[in-house]
């Protein structure tokens, strides 16, 4: 969807694009823990139906589940600290001036 705006250099043509699901789910993750709750949040957001959304938050929980992990290690005399695990991505680029390849 776009729009058109009348400015004094003339006319700006602005691009809207809405929210998708993945990202309604997103900010609910953000705002609380219960999927319950979250597909409510993501459903309101979005105008769509309940039942749809609740199938996407499960779906989603099920994968964020596995990719983001904690590890709890027991520290000297039981106590715990947490270490979370995260996956970083390392950009290389293929035409590097500094190593000339």
């Known amino acids: ?5 009348n ?7 602005v691009r809207h694009d809405p929210p998708t ?4 789910i997103f900010a609910a993750v953000g705002i609380t823990d219960d999927q319950a709750q979250q597909a409510e949040i993501a459903a309101a957001l979005m105008g769509m139906p ?3 959304v609740q199938a996407e938050v499960k779906k989603q929980a099920r994968a964020n589940s596995r990719i983001t992990a ?9 106590s715990q600290r947490s270490v ?3 996956r970083r ?13």
């Open 21 to 24: 699901l993945d990202e309604a």
């Open 84 to 86: 979370v695990v995260e």
């Open 89 to 101: 991505v390392v950009r290389r680029f293929g035409n590097d001036k500094r190593t000339g390849t």
């Open 1 to 5: 969807m776009s729009a058109d705006w």
């Open 7 to 13: 400015t004094k250099y003339g006319t700006r043509r």
């Open 50 to 52: 309940l039942e749809i």
């Open 70 to 78: 904690t590890r709890v290690i027991a520290g000297e005399q039981g």
